[in-house]
């Protein structure tokens, strides 16, 4: 059963940069997607990001121009670029996949995939 382990969450100030991880447990290939959403208690989880294994990227509205999803194959480790952190961005941050892709591949629909990982911590502050 695929497994997916976020790490690199963290305390930082507005304006920096932090690179969430995630890895997964078995080798993800062929036809899938995996993406970001994060949630702060109280409130909606909102999709922030998703990348399918043809390359093609969606993104929030909210994180547009500042964030940036990628997949290393060889290393088997998504990724989530922040720049530009506002405070509004404070969250827990959940990665999660789909392999096989079952549904299409957007943002808005990540957290409709069928494996989550266990989250990771991003505080901002301004």
């Known amino acids: 059963q695929l497994q997916l382990m976020e790490s690199g969450g963290g305390s930082v100030q507005a304006g920096d940069s932090l690179t969430l991880s995630c890895e997964a447990s078995e080798y993800i290939y062929g036809s899938y997607c995996m993406g970001w959403f994060r949630q702060v208690p109280g409130k909606q989880r909102e999709g922030v990001a998703a990348?399918?294994?043809?390359?093609?990227?969606s993104y929030a509205d909210s994180v547009k121009g500042r964030f940036t999803i990628s997949k290393d194959n060889a290393r088997n480790t998504l990724y989530l670029q922040m720049n530009n952190l506002k405070a509004e961005d404070t969250a827990k941050y959940y990665c999660a996949a789909d392999f096989p892709i079952r549904t299409m591949c957007l943002a808005s629909r990540v957290t409709s995939l069928d494996t989550w990982g266990q989250g990771t911590l991003v505080s901002v502050s301004s």
């Open positions: 990348i399918e294994s043809d390359g093609s990227t």
